[in-house]
């Protein structure tokens, strides 16, 4: 009856279905694994620094002014800011399907035309975006290092040594280094020399901030580009700091002497006062933080980095210490998730064995299950899923659904050979399906973070229906015919 039914032999189903399986097995280690889903809305962030201004000249003065220009840009859904004393930022949630970078570059431009009505003592602008794959839960990885060294010079090395050799890692997105001070300039002057030439300290940060100004002039596009790139165009000084001559720079004039900085101060670039102290079992620290891709296996990629600063070989007296490792609690996560899907499995076939005493209908079910989930690996891969939290308590939950389903369709073929359980199978599983669905329907923010759950939900249960539909019978049916065979 069930050959009748069908216009495909019950091997060749088997053998499609183990196709995609052994594909299925192929596919589920490239799958993205995150603690965490990496999806959010794009979003553009203007950040600025307002030195020596409270948080309500801060407010008033540039917030609000780069706020109610930025409201302008298309594709806005939300706007938030913050201010602070001697900084805030502007941060703009777009539309899932606003470009990001033309929204950036009208960013840019509105802030460029509303530059010279901001206070002076506010730093130009710095714009940063956010993709819709950004790694939403930041670094998933942390070490410190430590050294009977300066801060400084701990950073040095890991900026020339350990960056590097991470960076290279397929799948390391950035590769962040804090704790240490920055380099500054320290200019001591003899104030009575000044006063003496007719100067004072305003003439000397005035020198200096001419000799070392820049400035943004905007963006354009190379004539010969075939790529439809933009470029930045700035005017930048002609030597940098770490090039700074102080002769070169005329501080003013005394009786028709010009008069250079290396007469009046002595110029020292040094490391900034730390304004704080981090140290451990006596030792100096700086913090190493890196940043998976968001498409990287994080477990792997874990187990690649850790291998990679094992073989480096590290001066005398540097200590390095992993503080945080995300892929430890996602192995974590996914060795509760083997368990209790293992412990479910198991009482349900337990339980079928036991109600059937039948090891072929124990052995139907089995298949069935395994193939399942081997083909839904498949259609995960295609529809770009992550393994992350949400993802495996889709694939925890949606394992009774698909017992369900198994156990109904062999329960009807093996007792009433027919197939007129599928009607009420599917009927029940597009209402699953649908009450799903509203996860789609509600805002953005919410939807991105349940919706790899409910896709694979959805996936799995859709992939139950063809089980049903077409592997159950033919299992059941050859099943059959090897008990025939060996009868004869």
Not at 75 to 91: F, L
Request: aromatic residues 8%; proline residues 4%.
């Amino acid at each position: 009856m069930t050959s009748k039914m069908r216009y495909i032999s019950s091997f060749s189903v088997i053998v499609i279905f183990i196709s995609l399986s052994l594909l299925g097995l192929a596919l589920a280690p490239l799958l993205p694994v995150r603690l965490s889903p990496s999806e959010a809305l794009p979003a553009v962030t203007v950040s600025f620094s307002m030195q020596g201004s409270s948080a309500r000249a801060v407010e008033q003065e540039a917030t609000s002014r780069l706020e109610s220009a930025l409201s302008r840009v298309q594709g806005v859904k939300y706007v938030k800011s913050r201010s602070r004393t001697g900084s805030g930022y502007v941060r703009l949630e777009l539309d899932r399907n606003t470009s990001i970078s033309t929204a950036r570059f009208e960013t840019a431009m509105i802030v460029r035309q509303i530059w010279d009505n901001l206070p002076e003592n506010l730093s130009y602008p710095h714009i940063s975006v956010s993709q819709v794959d950004d790694n939403a839960s930041g670094p998933f990885m942390s070490y410190t290092i430590n050294a009977d060294l300066p801060a400084a010079e701990i950073m040095s090395y890991a900026d020339e040594r350990l960056r590097p050799a991470l960076s290279r890692i397929p799948g390391v997105a950035k590769v962040e280094l804090s704790g240490a001070m920055p380099m500054e300039w320290d200019i001591t002057y003899d104030s009575e020399l000044l006063s003496v030439l007719g100067l004072s300290p305003d003439n000397i940060l005035s020198a200096i901030s001419t000799r070392l100004n820049s400035e943004f002039l905007g963006t354009a596009r190379p004539a010969d580009d075939g790529d439809n790139t933009w470029i930045r165009v700035a005017l930048v000084p002609e030597a940098d700091m770490d090039g700074l001559d102080i002769s070169k720079i005329v501080v003013g004039s005394h009786n028709g002497e010009i008069i250079t900085l290396d007469k009046v101060a002595t110029v020292r670039h040094a490391e900034a006062p730390p304004q704080s102290y981090f140290r451990i079992n006596g030792l100096n620290s700086i913090n190493l933080s890196i940043t998976a891709t968001p498409e990287a296996n994080q477990i792997d990629l874990s187990r690649s980095v850790k291998e990679c600063l094992a073989s480096l070989h590290l001066p005398r007296g540097f200590m390095l210490t992993l503080e945080y490792d995300a892929s430890d609690r996602i192995s974590e996560e996914l060795d509760k998730i083997y368990f209790r899907t293992g412990l479910t499995v198991l009482i349900l076939l337990l339980f079928v064995a036991i109600v059937t005493l039948s090891w072929r209908y124990l052995l139907i079910i089995t298949i069935s299950l395994a193939m399942n989930l081997c083909v839904a690996f498949v259609i995960y891969y295609l529809l770009g899923v992550e393994i992350q939290l949400y993802s495996l308590a889709g694939i925890t939950i949606s394992l009774n659904l698909i017992i369900d389903n198994l156990i109904v369709m062999t329960e009807h073929i093996t007792r009433r050979h027919n197939f007129r359980a599928f009607s009420a199978i599917l009927a029940a599983t597009l209402t699953t399906v649908g009450a799903l669905s509203v996860v789609f329907f509600l805002d953005e923010r919410t939807m991105l973070s349940l919706k790899d759950f409910v896709v694979v939900v959805i996936v799995n249960l859709g992939v139950s229906l063809l089980v049903a539909l077409f592997l159950v019978p033919a299992l059941v049916e050859r099943i059959r015919l090897t008990r025939r065979v060996r009868t004869h």
